[in-house]
């Protein structure tokens, strides 16, 4: 009997026994043994094929999936996606709804809490969020202390590493006030920090925050304000950074959310937990990709170079930056609703001549065999780049733009691992490929340059 499902999983040799309705039944060639496997929400549970033993001190059979290509992790209720379908919901809302009626503090009080907030709940969320914006002076003079043009994501990183360090309470992960104070800090305070990466790689002064202003008014504030004595944010800039934050806010279980996930399961703090997270999400693979577009684009230069550039792709030179996601195999909603705020935002900004580049090589791109087959399509940050260049920031700040919203999606799932009974740390088997044991060798008889086998 499985101690957590209650299913029997067991050899089943006798044809009379009824089967389990949802159910897998597999024989093992090499005992010619046959089990019964309960199969619950399309999965079965990899410690069911432990059973499956050729002698009673073999460990019993593991699955070996490589980058989690078909393993569900955990079971969450924050994100729904379908890959195939280009299906984005958040709490059961779809991407498209949100982006268009909530803030972007609406939509990260509802991936916390599970539901959208009243007024009188958004209007307290708002304020306490507004109360934890500012930072220990000291945390000014650790960011002073990074080079005049270290990268933002490493500064950022460091920072939010460095905030464990003034919060000792936050280890207290399981008493669920000190958990909720620290998530509302860590939402406050990522904009002060980002914008203070920002300004530090300028050489500029660092500004205090304006808790009047909305959460995407307030960065803007903190990025661009100089000598005026109030900062006023464009309001359609405003919206659309609103609009980028809703979009970035979680994403299931990608790269990042599983290194918050698994960070989080040894029990360390939030905010070494966020910064393993922030690490993730800088490759190149993941978040950075919005950093390399900015970087392809002005690689090829102009429009009627794209066709020289994909030839160049196609020969496996390279990949194309921002096209291609492990889940969406049809297109990524979040690219379609960010191609309109780019429209909204050039009417403000004037159009960045990069996006005339980036619609031709999507133009060629679908319609070309190779991309069609391996079905590769405009992720998030195809476009996502083009509108944080045209708003004024430079391309090593454009990860530093995801991770600020993506911190609400990252705590919503570090609480929602918390509160699950089923984990534990994660601790993934492996299939051991080196040597047998062997005896050492002393050092004036080891060979030079090659491997020493003994046995
Ligand atoms: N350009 C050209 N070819 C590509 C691209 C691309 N952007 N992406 C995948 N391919 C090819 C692969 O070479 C492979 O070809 P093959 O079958 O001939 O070997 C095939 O498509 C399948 O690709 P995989 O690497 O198996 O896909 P995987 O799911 O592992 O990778 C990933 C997904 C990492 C996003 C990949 O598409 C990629 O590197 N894209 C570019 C980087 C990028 O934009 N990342 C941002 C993703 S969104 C986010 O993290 C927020």
Not at 253 to 275: E, F, H, L
Not at 325 to 349: C, G, L, M, S, W
Request: charged share 25%; net charge neutral; proline share 6%.
């Amino acid at each position: 009997m499985h101690p957590e499902t209650g299913y029997l999983a067991h050899t089943a040799p006798a044809s009379d026994k009824p089967l389990p309705e949802e159910s897998l039944t597999v024989t093992d060639n090499r005992t010619g043994k046959t089990y019964t496997i309960p199969v619950s929400d399309g999965t079965i549970r990899a410690t069911d094929l432990r059973q499956i033993k050729t002698a009673p001190d073999d460990f019993g059979l593991m699955s070996y999936d490589p980058a989690f290509l078909n393993t569900a992790s955990c079971r969450s209720a924050i994100t729904y996606l379908d890959g195939d379908k280009g299906i984005l919901r958040y709490r059961g809302y779809p991407i498209e709804q949100l982006a268009e009626r909530c803030s972007f503090l609406e939509v990260a009080y509802l991936l916390l809490n599970g539901e959208l907030p009243t007024e009188s709940e958004l209007d307290d969320w708002v304020r306490q969020v507004s109360a934890h914006t500012m930072i220990h002076e000291n945390i000014k003079k650790f960011m002073d202390g990074f080079h005049y043009d270290a990268h933002p994501m490493g500064m950022l990183i460091s920072a939010v590493a460095a905030l464990s360090t003034y919060y000792r309470e936050a280890r207290n992960i399981h008493e669920p006030h000190i958990r909720k104070l620290q998530i509302t800090r860590l939402i406050g305070k990522m904009p002060t920090l980002a914008a203070h990466s920002y300004r530090h790689s300028l050489g500029l002064p660092y500004v205090y925050p304006d808790n009047e202003l909305s959460y995407t008014k307030n960065f803007m504030h903190m990025l661009w304000k100089k000598t005026e004595p109030k900062y006023s944010a464009n309001p359609v800039l405003a919206r659309a950074l609103d609009i980028l934050f809703i979009l970035h806010a979680d994403h299931e279980q990608n790269c990042s959310t599983n290194t918050m996930r698994a960070v989080g399961s040894s029990q360390a703090d939030p905010y070494a937990t966020t910064a393993a997270a922030i690490a993730a999400l800088s490759g190149p693979l993941h978040g950075g990709a919005n950093e390399e577009v900015l970087r392809m684009l002005d690689e090829i230069g102009s429009k009627d170079r794209v066709p020289a550039y994909i030839a160049q792709i196609k020969a496996g030179h390279g990949k194309l930056m921002g096209f291609g996601h492990r889940v969406y195999k049809n297109y990524d909603p979040r690219a379609r609703i960010i191609k309109r705020v780019a429209e909204e935002v050039f009417q403000v900004t004037g159009r960045n001549p990069k996006l005339d580049i980036a619609l031709e090589l999507e133009r060629i791109a679908l319609e070309d065999e190779f991309f069609i087959r391996r079905k590769l399509y405009p992720n998030v940050d195809f476009y996502s780049g083009i509108i944080y260049q045209a708003m004024g920031f430079s391309p090593d700040m454009f990860t530093v733009l995801f991770a600020i919203p993506r911190t609400a999606g990252w705590l919503a799932q570090w609480q929602e691992m918390l509160e699950d009974g089923e984990q534990k740390i994660a601790r993934p088997r492996q299939i051991y490929t080196g040597h047998e044991k062997r005896d050492f060798v002393r050092i004036e008889e080891r060979a030079p340059g090659r491997m020493v086998r003994v046995g």
